[in-house]
């Protein structure tokens, strides 16, 4: 019995500890990040519009991209600029969240 509740605790902490290392992912470098707004923004005018966006989601994210797209879109001129995309992504936001976040 005792060998039982061993097992089971030693389960319980090693998920504990286990679940977080794989649920956290490194979060893109700047490069990378620049790298996704260059292949997103097909049409090069240096500015995402919101089907641009859109198309860069996973598929699992696409019902989010309205909600994501006011956040990014700064000052509301209906596109997401390389500065905007990058303040986004680093925590800032725009549109209907607040300003850019501070350099």
């Given at each position: 019995?005792?060998?039982?509740i061993?097992l089971?605790?030693?389960l319980?902490?090693a ?10 992912r490194?979060?893109p ?8 707004f260059?292949a ?9 519009s919101?089907?641009e ?8 994210m ?13 000052d ?5 600029t ?5 303040a986004?992504?680093?925590g ?7 300003g850019?976040?501070?350099?």
């Amino acid at each position: 019995m005792k060998s039982r509740i061993r097992l089971a605790v030693a389960l319980v902490v090693a998920a504990t500890v286990a679940v977080p290392a794989f649920a956290q992912r490194t979060p893109p470098t700047p490069e990378e990040r620049e790298a996704r707004f260059v292949a997103a923004d097909t049409n090069k005018d240096g500015k995402l519009s919101k089907d641009e966006l859109t198309a860069m989601l996973p598929d699992q994210m696409k019902d989010r991209a309205d909600m994501m797209f006011t956040r990014m879109d700064a000052d509301g001129d209906g596109f997401v600029t390389k500065e905007e995309f990058m303040a986004m992504r680093r925590g800032g936001g725009g549109g209907a969240g607040g300003g850019a976040a501070p350099q």
